[in-house]
C-alpha cells in the first residue's frame, strides 16, 4: 500500500518561502505521477502542481506559476514543492497526492494527510 507522509508546513509571513516534503513508501515512486492539492477553509480542494512520472512534464495552477516549482527526487523517494513570494490566498492544508497514470489527471490513487501552510500579511 502506498503511503504519502506530507511535511513542511507552517507560518509565514507575505513574501516568504517554505518548501514541502512528501515522502512515499510502499510503491515504486519512479513509477507514480505525483501531484499537490490545497484547500482552503471553506473552498474546495484545487489542484496546485503536478509531475508525471514517465517525462517529468510539470503544470502549475495559474495562481501560483512563477511562484511555486515542483521536482522529485527518485533517490530518496521524495515530492518537493517550493514555494517562494507567498501570499495570504496560499494559507490553506496542501495534501500530496499520486497516480499510477503516466501523465496528471483529475483522478489521483493515493492521498497523504495534509500540512498546514498559513501565510500572514
Known amino acids: 500500500q502506498v503511503q504519502l507522509v506530507e511535511s513542511g508546513g507552517g507560518l509565514m509571513q507575505a513574501g516568504g518561502s517554505l518548501r514541502l516534503s512528501c515522502v512515499v513508501s510502499g510503491g515504486a515512486f519512479s513509477s507514480l505521477t505525483m501531484g499537490w492539492f490545497r484547500q482552503a477553509p471553506g473552498k474546495e480542494r484545487e489542484v496546485v502542481s503536478a509531475?508525471?512520472?514517465?517525462?517529468?512534464?510539470?503544470n502549475y495552477d495559474d495562481s501560483v506559476k512563477g511562484r511555486f516549482t515542483i521536482s522529485r527526487d527518485s533517490a530518496e523517494n521524495t515530492l518537493y514543492l517550493q514555494m517562494n513570494s507567498l501570499k495570504p490566498e496560499d494559507t490553506a492544508v496542501y495534501f500530496c497526492?499520486?497516480?499510477?497514470?503516466?501523465?496528471?489527471?483529475?483522478?489521483?490513487?493515493?492521498w497523504g494527510k495534509g500540512t498546514q501552510v498559513t501565510v500572514s500579511s
Open positions: 497526492a499520486a497516480s499510477r497514470r503516466a501523465r496528471p489527471t483529475a483522478r489521483y490513487d493515493y
Open positions: 509531475i508525471s512520472w514517465i517525462d517529468h512534464l510539470t
